[in-house]
């Protein structure tokens, strides 16, 4: 599901003209995107991440990354790839639905107006994730909305939904 409303475009992080990285994010991970320098062997590579911190580089070299990140992240959930020449980083939020302005802590935040668009973009995909939960959860227990019923009959069925929701999508 998260492809389907991944964001159409990446932030980048430029710092004195160069592109550091490019980013993105979802309700519930945050990936960001390293292009490799040509001519060495990607098994050269590494990436740690921490629960407050990042490092890429390349082995027996400082490292070309080391920050800590802008929110906490379930590191037995996170894990990198290298894909052709880009290091792929997917964090796993700790936070989920948390609008990161940046995935490093002081390094190309958005502007207030950007922020603003993230938010109401994963507000969208939050809004569209219960409602698919709502459907199928109605859908599966053969639940039909009768008028002449009084709505009182269905609060079971409300409450049942609504512990589901804050289960599978928390508010926080």
């Known amino acids: 599901m998260a492809e389907k409303l991944a964001p ?20 519930d991970e945050v990936n960001m995107y390293i292009n490799l320098p040509p001519n ?10 921490e629960s407050k911190h990042v490092e890429v580089g390349i082995k027996g070299n400082p490292p070309y990354l080391a920050h800590d990140l802008t929110s906490p992240v379930k590191t037995d959930c996170c894990f990198w790839t290298l894909e052709d020449e880009t ?29 603003d668009l993230e938010q109401k973009r ?27 019923v009084p ?13 589901i929701i804050n289960y599978v999508c928390p508010v926080t």
């Open 8 to 27: 159409e475009k990446r932030h980048s992080f430029i710092h004195n003209g160069e592109k550091v990285f490019e980013w993105d994010q979802t309700l």
């Open 40 to 49: 060495v062997p990607k098994k050269l590579f590494y990436c740690k991440i």
């Open 87 to 115: 290091m792929h980083i997917t964090l796993q939020k700790r936070d989920i639905g948390k609008t990161w302005p940046s995935p490093i802590v002081g390094k190309g935040q958005l502007d207030p107006y950007a922020t």
């Open 122 to 148: 994963l507000m969208l995909q939050r809004f569209q994730e219960e409602v698919l939960i709502s459907y199928l959860f109605f859908t599966e227990l053969n639940i039909v909305f009768d008028p002449s």
């Open 151 to 163: 709505p009182t009959l269905y609060f079971p069925y409300w409450i049942l939904f609504v512990s």
